[in-house]
């Protein structure tokens, strides 16, 4: 079983795990046209991602892909660059092993409360970087994360 859960006021108000992969959330539309042509969203890779990490972002990029009716690459944001000016509104956080992770977690930004074994978790965090939403991904172990990023 997942816990989701959302918190700090929206700077979109309809953006929340309901209609993540839609035009309200991570999916746009180039030409206005209603269709969801790309992807305003990146998934945060680190240095010290595990196998299982991976797979868990390979799972996210598919997911996102199949959303669309075209994609520009790359999906991928490494976090030195996370803080430039970027065309995206949302990066998908995936696991704890990232530094951005720590910071976030250390101030307070969220908390996570207890997970059952292989259990995972999906939050969505607005105002901890200014004009981009994060989307957590995580769980209680490297199962937990994968099962999140699935769901």
């Known amino acids: ?15 929340d795990l309901s209609n993540l992969f839609s035009l309200d959330g991570v999916l ?6 209603h269709m969801p042509d790309s992807v305003s969203a990146r998934i945060l890779v680190t240095n010290n991602s595990n196998p299982e990490i991976a797979i868990a972002g390979a799972s996210l990029g598919a997911r996102l892909g199949f959303e669309t009716s075209a994609l520009t ?34 101030s307070h930004v969220f908390s996570i409360p207890h997970l ?18 994060i989307v957590l991904i995580t769980g209680s172990n490297n199962k937990g994360i994968r099962a999140a990023s699935e769901a």
Request: aromatic share 10%.
């Open 1 to 15: 079983m997942k816990k989701i859960s959302t918190i700090y006021p929206s700077i979109s108000p309809k953006f």
């Open 28 to 33: 746009s539309s180039s030409n206005n046209s």
């Open 73 to 106: 690459f790359p999906l991928t944001i490494d976090e030195s660059n996370l803080f430039e000016k970027n065309s995206f509104s949302t990066v998908f956080l995936l696991g704890k092993d990232s530094p951005l992770f720590a910071k976030l977690f250390d």
């Open 116 to 133: 059952s074994d292989s259990e995972g978790l999906v939050r969505i965090i607005h105002g901890a970087i200014s004009n981009t939403v």
